[in-house]
Every structure is written in C-alpha cells, then in structure tokens.
C-alpha cells in the first residue's frame, strides 16, 4: 500500500528557508516521477513540481521557480522541496504525490506558515 | 496556462440522489501519446485530498463505484450516481497534460 509521509513544516519568518521531507513506502520508488503540491488556507490546490526518477527531468511552477528546489534520494526513498527565500504566500500545506501527470495523494501534508 | 472551470461551485445535495459537476478546459487535453490527463480529486473535511479518477474515467481502487467520470476534448463531468453522506467534500478537477498542471476551483458538495 502506498505511503507518502511528509514532514519538515514549520513556522519561519519571510526571507527564510525550510526543508520539507517526504518518505514514500509501499511500492518501487525508483519507478515513479514524484512531485510537490500545496493549499494555502481556504484556497484551492496548486502544482509545485515534480522530478523524474533518476532526477534529470524537473519542472516548476513559477510562483516558486528559482526559490524552489525538488530533489529525491533514491537509496532513502524519500523526496524533498528546498524552499528559500519564503514569503508569505507560500503558507500552505504541502503534499507530496506518487507520480507527476496521474497523481497519487497519500499523505496528510506538512504545513508551512510564514510570518511577515 | 490553461483554466480550469468548473461548476457548480456549491451544490447542496439530497442523500440518495444523483449529481453532476462539470469541469471545463480552456484548451484539448489530448497529450502526444493519446492520452488525456484529466484527474478528479476529493477533499472530504478534516481530511487531505485523494484521487477518485484519473484518465477521465478510471476509477482509483477503493473508491465507490457510484462514482464515475467522463468527457473529452475541453467537457468533462463527474457523476455520483446517489449520492452519500460521506461523499461530503469539494471536488477539484485537474489537467496534466500542458504545463503548468491546473486544477479546477473546486466544487462544494453539501448535504
């Protein structure tokens, strides 16, 4: 079955950075293109990115392009969002998601909440 | 990029009793392959969102077969045959195919 555990959320300040993590388990990680989506608070949904599996192929929305960075180590299983220069419309939860285009949503997100 | 309409927005609705909500693309979602990467997700309450439906019309496992999707081109329409309690939610519709990927702004789904 799969899982996506996202963690790492936190309260920082406008300007700062954050890591957010996700563990991905229940099937062949290696396999599958991941990506990252957020909510801001009583808003809709919003695609970040995703990265392929062997990290050659990534993509950004550009409302974080260039102070966003997707990433994944493979050996871990695990996906990440390097997130600097945040602002306050970055708050949001975010979720990881198995697959870029047929995305599967597992986990019960990170939140992010930025302070101005 | 391309928009994703979709309504109604809210949609009070009577246990038992089918309903249709409607998303609309601004462009054909027909990707190179012949494939339409058209998704429907469900956000119920306290919960984070799950997909239903991928591919238009293929229903995730586990999830009821009272739900079902269909469409092509730029109309596309998810259908709840009778509706349940626990079918409580908003709806988004999202389009994979032309980057950037975009979803819908959600459809309200009441009891």
């Known amino acids: 079955q799969v899982q996506l555990v996202e963690s790492g959320g936190a309260l920082v300040k406008a300007g700062g950075s954050l890591r957010l993590s996700c563990a991905a388990s229940?099937?062949?990680?290696?396999?599958?293109?991941m990506s990252w989506i957020r909510q801001a608070p009583g808003k809709g949904l919003e695609y970040l990115s995703y990265?392929?599996?062997?990290?050659?192929?990534?993509i950004y929305a550009d409302s974080v392009r260039g102070r966003f960075t997707i990433s994944r180590d493979n050996a871990k299983n695990s996906l990440y969002l390097q997130m600097n220069g945040l602002r306050a419309d970055d708050t949001a939860v975010y979720y990881c998601?198995?697959?870029?285009?047929?995305?599967?949503?597992r986990g019960q997100g990170t939140l992010v909440t930025v302070s101005s | 990029d391309v928009v994703m309409t979709q309504s109604p927005l809210s949609l009070p609705v009577t246990l038992g009793q089918p309903v249709s909500i409607s998303c609309r693309s601004s462009q054909g979602l027909v990707y190179s392959t012949g494939d339409t990467f058209l998704n429907w997700l469900q956000h119920r309450p306290g919960q984070s969102p799950r997909r239903l439906i991928y591919?238009?019309?293929k229903r995730d496992s586990g999830v009821p077969d009272r739900f079902s999707g269909s469409g092509s081109g730029t109309d596309f329409t998810l259908k709840i045959s009778r509706v349940e309690a626990e079918d409580v939610g908003i709806y988004y519709c999202?389009?994979?195919?032309?980057?950037?990927?975009?979803f819908g702004g959600g459809t309200k789904v009441e009891i």
């Open positions: 990265i392929s599996p062997t990290s050659s192929d990534t």
């Open positions: 591919e238009v019309s």
């Open positions: 999202m389009q994979a195919t032309h980057w950037p990927f975009t």
């Open positions: 229940g099937f062949t990680f290696t396999d599958y293109y």
């Open positions: 998601a198995k697959t870029a285009r047929i995305i599967e949503l």
